[in-house]
């Protein structure tokens, strides 16, 4: 099984940057896609991002040319830049993996939440 530890929320004044990472560990034969999702209260969760093990990546519309996601396959982690915050950025944001588990059963994992807040 698979466990994503985020790390790297906060509060932070509109305009500034924010880098959050999330560690996938555990007993597993391949993690595949990895992502970003947030919620914000009285939202539905949506996509902020999602990057391929071969690099290729979609973003959500509202984040699109401000934050960057990136992995590092050998520390099986994958990262979010987020520039240019703004208020509406806030949210509690979750990492999510597509993995292989040891029986090569797809399976998928969640991270517990970190929380971002962008004040005015």
């Known amino acids: 099984q698979v466990q994503l530890v985020e790390s790297g929320g906060g509060l932070v004044q509109a305009g500034r940057s924010l880098r959050l990472s999330c560690a996938a560990s555990g007993t597993f034969f391949s993690i595949n896609g990895m992502g970003w999702y947030r919620q914000a209260p009285g939202k539905q969760r949506e996509l902020v991002a999602r990057?391929?093990?071969?690099?290729?990546?979609n973003y959500g519309d509202s984040v699109k040319g401000r934050f960057t996601i990136s992995r590092d396959n050998a520390k099986n982690t994958v990262y979010l830049q987020m520039n240019s915050l703004k208020p509406e950025d806030t949210a509690v944001y979750y990492c999510?993996?597509?993995?292989?588990?040891?029986?090569?059963?797809?399976?998928?994992?969640w991270g517990q939440g970190t929380q971002v807040t962008v004040s005015s």
């Open positions: 990057i391929t093990i071969r690099g290729s990546t």
């Open positions: 999510n993996a597509g993995y292989q588990d040891d029986l090569l059963l797809v399976r998928d994992a």
